[in-house]
């Protein structure tokens, strides 16, 4: 049963469409298992490059059936609009597979995510604003929209009734805004059901089917580990779980089916939104990995933030997930500093904290301790083998994987396809 999970071990943006998409040409599925069109991933192939930011990064590999699990919200325009691109762009996008149980973001969910934003004011957590967190609160208060509920008008409209008979009386009564007609939005959702038919399948069955037949699954979590909304640092968090377990309730699989979690490190830090972020870096090194890395974010546009790589929060990511290996990132971003800190551990009121604190504010007071590494300044973006990397880059993976606790099997040292140093087989 070779299921493998593939997962951001900091706070997403790590490379996981790349990591992904590296294995894509090995197996038969690649699963999205939560979130939403809230996350991105960047593809480069040969000399294109993709912006993927609901479809798993498998549909770029021919062969491999890409799917959209239950535990994913989809906003169909969005989902649609990306299957045209792809379309126009060559990509055959017919194999993709949706989640009947995967719940449907409807108009009233990005409404009411930009209205709440809004008016949190200075306290705003920094959502993305496209309807992702109310969807999972409908979930959650059994009041969602399914896709499966599509195709039958008569319940579509019962459900939608059902929402809305609460959120227009919040968004008339506290934001002042208009109410929404319950007609208009079941018009537009049912608008979406002939063009969503054909990839609409019991997701649950097919995966268990495939792995009894010994296929090859990797399941693709979106965001990631320290934006879990269980383990993450709450309340800047997703509202989903994209840590290991979120793969077995967000695609059907039991966890005895897992063979292998691969954790997604970049060489350094960044963050989206707001939130604690403790190896945060304000001045011209933060500047400078954010132009070099190219670090805005896929889907939101923003800037990333930017700090050196934390140790820290890579041994908690190990241990939160039973991460069995790294793919290590962006190692050619660090090329040229003479210097390389790593946050080793905290200090926190005058202590030193080598484990993630338990505590929010704890955790929003702690301040880097760093060890100091010795850089290089050759161009590794060439590399094919580990020994092919300058002496001081072997010594920083070698450092950076006795600090984290789980093996660096794979390095990324450029944006390309290949540009990608293989140490152990994933597979």
Known sequence: MPALVLLGAQWGDEGKGKAT????????????????????????????????????SGILSPGCTPVIGNGVVVDPSVLLSELSGLNERGVDTSKLLISGNA???????????????????????????????????????????RVQDLYDES??????????????????????RRAIAVGQVVEELLGYAEKLAPYVADTVLVLNQALEEDKVVLFEGGQGTLLDIDHGTYPFVTSSNPTAGGA??????????????????????????AGPFPTELLDEDGAALRRIGGERGVTTGRDRRC????????????????????FLTKLDVLTGWEQIPVCVAYEIDGKRVEELPYSQSDFHHAKPVYEMLPGWS????????????????????????????????????????DETIEINSFL
């Open 21 to 56: 998409d590296l294995l894509g040409g090995s197996v038969d599925y690649v699963v999205r298992y939560q979130g939403g069109n809230n996350a991105g991933h960047t593809v480069v192939v040969g000399d294109q490059k993709y912006a993927l930011h609901l479809l798993p």
């Open 103 to 145: 719940h449907v973001i409807t108009p009233y969910n990005v409404t009411v995510d930009k209205v709440t934003e809004r008016f949190l004011g200075k306290r705003k957590i920094g959502t993305t604003g496209r309807g992702i967190g109310p969807t999972y609160a409908d979930k959650i208060n059994r009041v969602g929209i």
């Open 155 to 176: 319940i579509l409209t019962q459900k939608v009734e059902a929402a809305l008979d609460i959120k227009n009386q919040i968004l008339t009564k506290l934001y002042n």
């Open 248 to 273: 077995c309730t967000g695609a059907g699989v039991g966890p005895t089916k897992i063979s292998r979690v691969i954790g997604i490190l970049k060489a350094y830090t960044t963050r989206v939104g």
């Open 307 to 326: 700090g050196w790589f934390d140790a820290v929060i890579a041994r908690y990511a190990t241990r939160v997930n039973g991460l069995t290996d790294f």
């Open 378 to 417: 050759e161009d590794i973006s060439k590399a094919k083998t580990f020994t092919d990397l300058p002496k001081n880059a072997q010594a920083y993976v070698k450092a950076l994987e006795e600090m984290s606790g789980a093996p660096i099997s794979a390095i990324g040292v450029g944006p390309g396809r």
